[in-house]
């Protein structure tokens, strides 16, 4: 079996009047990240990592903004299609590990429905899929709520086809 690993790192700046959509959830806050998607921000790094693992590009050279078709689309749609990239290419995930940095909201309470969607925009265990938060104790641009952060680390397993 071949192994594979990846990074992703992605950051968005926070703006009045946008959703705030982190790992395909709507959390309640008076601030959303401005992106040309859902600027779904942990999203963004987990696709990183894992299109870096399988040796595919990025996300902006298979989603770039300026298309229409991707303007405010749902970062789990575009995950979905990382998957089917990811298989075509004879690659399974084997894990994922993230971490989004924000200052607030607090995120614990939609880790698990986080995870839930990643592993089921990817068709696998959610056993599978790890994400957990942090601050910056109130340090940069992020502990100051300009905007937030995430980073991901994939590993890929080769499939038989």
Do not use: C, W
């Not at 859902?38 to 989603?63: C, E, R």
């Not at 994922?96 to 607090?106: F, K, M, T």
């Not at 925009?121 to 899929?129: C, G, M, S, T």
């Not at 104790?137 to 994939?154: D, I, S």
Request: no cysteine.
């Amino acid at each position: 079996m071949n192994f594979r690993i990846g990074m992703g790192y992605d950051v968005h700046a926070l703006r009045e009047g946008l959703p705030l959509i982190l790992g395909g959830v709507e959390i309640p806050f008076s601030r959303g990240l401005e992106g040309y998607s859902d600027a779904d921000v942990l999203l963004h790094a987990i696709m990183d990592a894992l299109l870096g693992a399988a040796a595919l590009g990025d996300i902006g050279s298979h989603f770039p903004p300026g298309v229409p078709r991707y303007q405010g689309i749902s970062s789990l749609l575009l995950l979905k299609e990382v998957s089917l990239l990811l298989k075509e290419a004879g690659f399974a995930v084997n894990n994922i590990d993230s971490i989004i940095v924000a200052q607030n909201p607090r995120l614990s309470p939609y880790m698990q429905a986080m995870r839930q969607n990643i592993a089921a925009a990817l068709k696998v265990e959610e056993n599978l899929i790890s994400v957990k938060a942090t601050t910056t104790e109130k340090l940069g641009f992020v502990g100051q709520e300009e905007g937030m952060a995430a980073y991901a680390v994939a590993m890929l397993t080769t499939i038989d086809r």
